[in-house]
């Protein structure tokens, strides 16, 4: 102070303030003053010695950032900037999981109640929680799709083997932080996929004891509980978090080390001149990297809070019930393939046959010693390399319910418009405008709306799961399947169940005073063999003046009357 003091004096205070703020500048940049900042902001030459260099060698954040690059490298070909876009992913998810975290608790009594104060008392929380969600399913999506633009780019070759299998794990821990952080909401989507994975975990191809460790290691005791959330509480907020940093730092440290490789066209067969840098072909971290690095972070910014706020919702379904299982529990879209596998396959070789894959991509930069990078010498790396994207797409698709999943029509219509517990459909209609009376798919009733709505719902749902054989054209023909036993299926191509000719209904009784029963009833006759009923069934449902349904509907993102 007492300096500054003596400036001002000298120098009067304009100069003094100048001065001093040139200082802080410097020391905050590790070597640059306000007017070598401004220099490199307009993209003017720097002076001698270059200053723009003294916060890699003497500066805390950039000294492990090369200060300049191959100019090669600089495009959007060949790193398609996805290695950087994956550190800013890791970045986004732990500050939007960081402020999540003060907002809940791991115990199965309070987590779902969390969650509904972060969706509706928190100011910004649903936000935040979208941010974070969505953060996790596109920081899978660009390990992946760096991954697989390394392997093209045949960027995994000597010398970068080993950054290659630090990849892989830094995958495989992006996948396992997405996936544990699936059960920390505590509803019904979290408890039953993990519930799935860890019965594929416990189903290891290895000693009973082993298998029996494994499950009780993963879910806390005999049944997931209070144990299994916070276990996997702390995998996800610290086990995992801490597993991944560390090889972040040694993943970049071996990039550094080598440098990007370039586009498999700039070098000769069977060398490597990504260190070898000439003059005439650096660019400089500052300005024009850094700059660059700022420009995508706020078009990536952009595209995480504008997904976030208009184009997509976290999931959360009804509060985690051991008891009832969901019609259809699916994998999150990262894992849906080992799902499909399990369809096909038996549970015990498929457990097995997932790890072997990890091990066999890890070593195979140190089998695969083919000297070229250029395309044209690999034809068959980068044909096989189609070839398994092409079966993973498949077994994705396989672990969707549309394949091999058997359920009656009549019971997916009822799932989807009077769920067993929590909104659904028809439970969304505002108690006071549920008319008693019975009424069909479609029905336009004058001066209620919502129960208007909640009719086309129903429609909806009819014309998803039945089919006809008198050629409307809204309605899909049936496929017809004979049975061993002489008996038929009928089939629409969406389901391997469909309802020939539904006869539907919704009616509403008056129970007691704020208490009203819907009933949905089927009536379907085998249009082969009239005599033949094939469904007849009621599936009842109570709906109470006081149960909110049409808020839980809009939180929740349902289809409902109301929305």
């Given at each position: 102070?007492?300096?500054?003091?003596?400036?001002?004096?000298?120098m009067?205070?304009?100069?003094?303030?100048?001065?001093?703020?040139?200082?802080?500048?410097?020391?905050?940049?590790?070597?640059?003053?306000i007017?070598?900042?401004r220099?490199?902001?307009?993209?003017?030459?720097?002076?001698?010695p270059?200053?723009?260099?003294?916060?890699?060698?003497?500066?805390f954040?950039?000294?492990?950032r090369p200060?300049?690059?191959?100019?090669?490298?600089?495009?959007?070909?060949?790193?398609?900037?996805?290695?950087?876009?994956?550190?800013f992913?890791?970045?986004?998810?732990?500050?939007?999981?960081?402020?999540?975290?003060?907002?809940?608790?791991?115990?199965?009594?309070?987590?779902?109640?969390?969650?509904?104060?972060?969706?509706?008392?928190?100011p910004?929380?649903?936000l935040f929680?979208n941010m974070?969600?969505l953060g996790?399913?596109?920081m899978?999506?660009?390990?992946a799709?760096?991954?697989?633009r390394?392997?093209?780019t045949?960027?995994y070759?000597?010398?970068?083997?080993f950054?290659?299998?630090?990849?892989?794990?830094?995958?495989?821990?992006?996948?396992?932080?997405?996936?544990?952080?699936?059960?920390?909401?505590?509803?019904?989507?979290?408890?039953?996929?993990?519930?799935?994975?860890?019965?594929g975990g416990?189903a290891?191809?290895?000693?009973?004891?082993?298998n029996?460790?494994?499950?009780?290691?993963?879910q806390?005791?005999?049944?997931?509980?209070?144990?299994?959330?916070?276990?996997?509480?702390?995998?996800?907020?610290?086990?995992?978090?801490?597993?991944?940093?560390?090889?972040?730092?040694?993943?970049?440290?071996?990039?550094v080390?080598?440098?990007?490789?370039?586009?498999?066209?700039?070098?000769?067969?069977?060398?490597?001149?990504?260190?070898?840098?000439?003059?005439?072909?650096?660019t400089?971290?500052i300005?024009?990297?850094?700059?660059?690095?700022?420009?995508?972070?706020?078009?990536?910014?952009?595209?995480?809070?504008?997904?976030?706020?208009?184009?997509?919702?976290?999931?959360?379904e009804?509060?985690?019930?051991?008891?009832?299982?969901?019609?259809h529990?699916?994998?999150?879209?990262?894992l849906?393939?080992?799902?499909?596998?399990?369809?096909?396959?038996?549970?015990?070789?498929?457990v097995?046959?997932?790890?072997?894959l990890?091990?066999?991509?890890?070593?195979?930069?140190?089998?695969?010693?083919?000297?070229?990078?250029?395309?044209?010498?690999?034809?068959?790396?980068?044909?096989?390399?189609?070839?398994?994207?092409?079966?993973?797409?498949?077994?994705?698709?396989?672990?969707?319910p549309?394949?091999?999943?058997?359920?009656?029509?009549?019971?997916?219509?009822?799932?989807?418009?009077?769920?067993?517990?929590?909104?659904?459909?028809?439970?969304?209609?505002?108690?006071?405008?549920?008319?008693?009376g019975?009424?069909?798919?479609?029905?336009?009733i004058?001066?209620?709306?919502?129960?208007?709505?909640?009719?086309?719902v129903?429609?909806?749902?009819?014309?998803?799961?039945?089919?006809?054989?008198?050629g409307?054209e809204?309605?899909?023909?049936?496929?017809?399947?004979?049975?061993?036993?002489?008996?038929?299926?009928?089939g629409?191509?969406?389901?391997t169940?469909?309802?020939?000719?539904?006869?539907a209904?919704?009616?509403?009784?008056?129970?007691?005073?704020?208490?009203?029963?819907?009933?949905?009833?089927?009536?379907?006759?085998?249009?082969?063999?009239?005599?033949?009923?094939?469904?007849?069934?009621?599936?009842?449902?109570?709906r109470?003046?006081?149960?909110?349904?049409?808020?839980?509907?809009r939180?929740?993102?349902?289809?409902?009357?109301?929305?």
């Amino acid at each position: 102070m007492a300096t500054f003091v003596e400036q001002v004096r000298e120098m009067g205070i304009k100069q003094a303030v100048v001065t001093k703020a040139d200082e802080v500048v410097e020391r905050v940049t590790a070597g640059m003053t306000i007017s070598d900042v401004r220099s490199a902001l307009r993209g003017d030459e720097p002076r001698r010695p270059n200053p723009r260099l003294r916060p890699h060698a003497d500066g805390f954040w950039l000294h492990i950032r090369p200060s300049f690059y191959h100019t090669g490298v600089t495009n959007i070909y060949p790193t398609f900037r996805l290695g950087w876009l994956s550190t800013f992913m890791l970045v986004w998810e732990t500050i939007t999981g960081l402020i999540l975290m003060v907002f809940y608790t791991p115990s199965p009594l309070i987590a779902y109640g969390n969650m509904w104060n972060i969706l509706g008392n928190v100011p910004l929380g649903q936000l935040f929680r979208n941010m974070h969600r969505l953060g996790a399913e596109v920081m899978v999506l660009v390990v992946a799709m760096h991954m697989l633009r390394t392997f093209i780019t045949g960027s995994y070759k000597k010398p970068r083997q080993f950054t290659w299998a630090t990849g892989m794990l830094l995958l495989v821990f992006t996948i396992f932080l997405s996936f544990s952080g699936y059960l920390l909401p505590w509803d019904q989507l979290a408890y039953w996929a993990l519930t799935v994975f860890i019965s594929g975990g416990a189903a290891a191809p290895a000693p009973e004891f082993v298998n029996n460790t494994v499950l009780l290691v993963l879910q806390g005791g005999p049944a997931l509980g209070a144990n299994g959330l916070l276990r996997w509480y702390l995998l996800h907020v610290l086990l995992l978090p801490l597993l991944a940093g560390i090889f972040f730092f040694v993943h970049y440290y071996k990039v550094v080390l080598y440098g990007i490789s370039l586009p498999p066209g700039r070098e000769q067969i069977g060398e490597d001149t990504a260190k070898r840098v000439p003059k005439d072909e650096r660019t400089y971290y500052i300005p024009d990297i850094l700059t660059s690095e700022l420009m995508w972070t706020a078009l990536a910014t952009l595209f995480l809070v504008a997904g976030a706020l208009w184009l997509w919702d976290a999931p959360l379904e009804t509060h985690a019930d051991p008891v009832v299982t969901p019609l259809h529990v699916v994998a999150p879209w990262y894992l849906s393939w080992s799902q499909g596998w399990l369809k096909l396959a038996p549970k015990t070789i498929v457990v097995g046959f997932i790890p072997l894959l990890l091990v066999a991509f890890i070593v195979m930069p140190y089998f695969e010693v083919g000297k070229s990078r250029r395309y044209a010498d690999r034809r068959l790396g980068l044909s096989i390399a189609m070839l398994f994207m092409a079966f993973m797409l498949v077994s994705n698709w396989m672990g969707s319910p549309e394949f091999r999943v058997t359920s009656s029509a009549d019971r997916e219509v009822s799932i989807r418009l009077l769920p067993e517990e929590g909104p659904g459909g028809l439970k969304g209609i505002p108690f006071e405008h549920m008319t008693p009376g019975i009424y069909t798919p479609g029905q336009v009733i004058e001066g209620n709306p919502f129960l208007t709505r909640g009719l086309a719902v129903f429609e909806e749902a009819m014309r998803e799961q039945s089919c006809t054989l008198v050629g409307n054209e809204m309605w899909r023909a049936c496929i017809v399947e004979e049975l061993e036993n002489g008996s038929r299926r009928y089939g629409n191509g969406f389901t391997t169940d469909a309802m020939p000719d539904p006869v539907a209904t919704l009616e509403i009784k008056e129970i007691q005073p704020n208490l009203r029963e819907m009933i949905l009833s089927y009536e379907v006759v085998d249009p082969q063999d009239p005599s033949n009923m094939l469904i007849d069934v009621d599936w009842p449902a109570f709906r109470h003046a006081y149960s909110n349904y049409e808020e839980e509907c809009r939180f929740l993102n349902k289809t409902c009357a109301t929305n």
